[in-house]
């Protein structure tokens, strides 16, 4: 299976938090969907991206994610997830909180990936690309670390955190998507 490399290293990393560290994170995500979930109420509840993989609540590390927003090697991908995060909504809601056990993992092995994968194409990937993009994931896999071992090296870094997020400990805001200035607190 494509992913079996991405199971066994989170699976790895699963049981050995530390609770002696800690940070701020920030999670994006629309307005419309701020509402739809229930964030406003019930806080963040980690979600499933794929199929083999156990459910997370992704965030930045950085309230202004500049390693995203000013990225030389990727210097499209910041646009790319605000149209991900946003679809069609124009509201962006940044929802943070401070937490202490996550992975963090460098996204910049999937963005290279998607060269040879044909992202925005309509052919068919390649077996040769194929082979190419599960390295790619066994790259964003091996990158995976414990927040309280990070260094700082990676390129686009994302917090992974498996825990729900309760709402009492979410400070939410919507915020102008091109300079996060802060337009509404929710209470």
């Known amino acids: 299976m494509l992913f079996k490399a991405l199971d066994r290293t989170l699976q790895k990393h699963k049981n050995h938090y530390s609770y002696n560290f800690g940070m701020r994170a ?5 307005q419309s969907n701020f509402f739809l979930f229930g964030i ?7 979600t499933k991206v794929l199929e083999t993989m156990d ?4 965030a930045f590390m950085e309230e202004q994610p500049n390693s995203w927003k000013n990225s030389r090697e990727f210097p499209e991908v910041w646009q790319r997830v ?3 995060i946003l679809g069609g909504d124009v509201a962006l809601v940044r929802c943070s909180f401070d937490v202490q ?9 999937i963005e290279r990936a998607r060269k040879f994968m044909g992202c925005g194409r309509t052919t068919i990937p390649s077996k ?16 995976l670390v414990r927040l309280e071992e990070y260094e700082g090296h990676h390129t ?7 825990t729900p997020i309760s709402r009492e400990r979410l400070t939410c805001e919507l915020v102008d998507p091109d300079d996060f200035e802060v337009m509404y607190t929710y209470k």
């Open 82 to 84: 605000l149209k991900h």
């Open 101 to 109: 056990e996550a992975l963090v993992a460098d996204w910049a092995h």
């Open 156 to 162: 686009l870094p994302e917090l992974l955190i498996e």
């Open 55 to 58: 459910p997370y609540v992704f």
């Open 128 to 143: 040769r690309d194929m082979i190419k993009y599960r390295r790619a994931v066994e790259r964003y896999a091996a990158s």
């Open 40 to 46: 406003e109420n019930q806080g963040l509840r980690p």
């Open 26 to 30: 920030h999670h994006y995500t629309s």
